[in-house]
């Protein structure tokens, strides 16, 4: 039985706190960050499979067990290229160019109170499902699409019964009324 501590997970979350405070400051998304964490678990990777460079000349090295080694940082044979590309965050600004070369950017303002962290849901909670909601998506959505689905059905309605329109918007009477909208569950 191994034990392990959870190191990395800990720098990983370290670096998705400054990727929730600094958005434009960094080149990765937060799902490079998890999936970078899962590459960690995964044991036909060499890069976190060893404990140490010695290690893993020592497996190559071995005649009975030949492994073929395979680079977690090799994206595209995990993945195809729409996958990696959520790896890239659009948000990145690179830092301009000065012509007075620097050799380290200036340091981040970063925010340490307790406010200011949260947490990494990507991460900890992407196997509890918030709420269940037939073909999937987050409240705010299905109440969203409640709210349009309601909205077309009165518009249809009143064209089926209405005469032709007329000029400007309706009414306010005739307007649909959010308290149709059905319920979540």
């Known amino acids: 039985e191994t034990q392990e501590a959870p190191v990395f997970l800990l720098f990983l979350d370290c670096v998705w706190q400054l990727l929730q405070q600094f ?6 998304t937060e799902t490079y960050l998890t999936t970078l964490w899962d590459s960690a ?3 036909i990777f060499e890069t976190f499979l060893f404990d140490c460079e010695r290690d893993r000349k020592l497996a190559k090295s071995e005649p009975n067990n030949p492994l073929t080694m395979r680079s ?8 195809s290229d729409r996958d990696v590309s959520l790896f890239y965050n ?6 301009a160019t000065s012509t007075t070369p620097q050799l380290l950017p200036p340091p981040l303002p970063v925010e340490t109170g307790i406010s200011a962290l949260q ?3 990507q991460c900890y909670f992407r196997f509890i499902p918030s ?3 037939i073909g999937g998506g987050k409240p705010q959505v299905d ?6 689905v309601s909205q077309i059905d009165q518009l249809e309605r009143e064209m089926q019964y209405s005469p032709p329109p007329q000029a400007g918007p309706p009414p306010l009477a005739q307007q649909p009324a959010v308290a149709r909208v059905g319920s979540f569950f």
Do not use: K, N, T
């Open 119 to 121: 947490v990494w849901s």
């Open 143 to 148: 109440l969203s699409c409640r709210l349009l």
């Open 41 to 43: 678990h995964v044991s």
């Open 90 to 95: 659009p948000l990145y600004c690179p830092p």
């Open 72 to 79: 977690a940082w090799d994206w595209g044979e995990q993945f």
């Open 131 to 133: 709420m269940e909601i």
């Open 23 to 28: 958005p434009a400051d960094f080149q990765m």
